[in-house]
């Protein structure tokens, strides 16, 4: 709300629905069968405020020079860094949440239960700060969300269907083939059905005003960013 802020958001409607709703809807699905999942944030919910702070102070950013973390907590750009690490447990952080696409669910949570980032923030409170299983890209989604809001930095959540993982990096999805046609199973590039990601509101000074406003952060366990 205040006008020299980093996260400042003019409009109302807009700081009513990215700061202050505790409820919303996330997709999912296909491109030709869309879903849409209710999700509860409940950034306001009692002790969430003091989890997402020891959030901050568990992250490896905190535990590698503390004054300097600490001193940076103004900065959205660093926030947002720090808590897209600590949403996934997968580089064995303390994070939130372990990832997890491929064989059984019966021994946890199937993430396709999960309804709301509360009761994890809680459940990842309550174990001593253990990764919950399972999350997968809605759920990172979901609980980032939360977390931001919580913090007082405007974000929203982001359906792509059809997502290219580019892997290699060369702007394009490749495909093998044989001099008779059959498919060459040799790319690591590949489109998923469906990725669910976050953006943030705030200005970039770094950059220039120009590229002021949603700023892309996506907590989902893919591949390391600077290590």
């Known amino acids: ?30 491109a030709k069968y869309m879903e ?27 535990r590698q020079d503390a004054a300097i973390d600490v001193a940076r907590r103004g900065d959205p750009k660093y926030v947002g860094r720090v808590i897209s690490s600590m949403i996934n447990g ?5 994070g939130v949440l372990l990832g997890k ?3 059984s669910f019966h021994s946890h949570e199937n993430p396709s239960r999960w309804d709301g980032s ?22 990172f989604a979901g609980v980032m969300c939360t977390v931001l809001r919580c913090l007082g930095i405007p ?4 359906s792509n269907f059809n997502s290219a993982h580019d892997v290699d990096r060369n702007l394009s999805i490749d495909k ?7 498919s ?27 590229y002021n406003g949603w700023q892309v952060l996506d907590a989902t366990p893919q591949e390391q960013s600077r290590g």
Request: proline share 2%; with cysteine.
């Open 1 to 30: 709300w205040f006008s020299g802020d980093e996260v400042y958001m003019a409009n109302e409607n807009e700081r009513q629905e990215y700061v202050l709703n505790e409820n919303g809807i996330i997709f999912v699905g296909n």
């Open 36 to 62: 849409a999942r209710g999700w509860y944030y409940g950034q306001f919910q009692d002790q969430l405020l003091n989890i997402c702070l020891t959030m901050l102070d568990l992250s490896l950013y905190y």
């Open 90 to 94: 997968n580089d064995n952080d303390n």
């Open 101 to 103: 696409w491929q064989g």
């Open 118 to 139: 509360v009761v994890i923030l809680q459940k990842w409170c309550q174990d001593n700060y253990k990764p919950v299983q399972y999350g997968q890209c809605w759920v």
């Open 155 to 158: 974000t929203r959540l982001v």
């Open 176 to 182: 093998y083939y044989d001099s008779s046609g059959k």
């Open 184 to 210: 060459l199973n040799i790319s690591k590039d590949s489109t998923w059905d469906y990725h669910v990601w976050n953006e943030s509101w705030f200005i970039r000074p770094d950059l220039g005003a120009s």
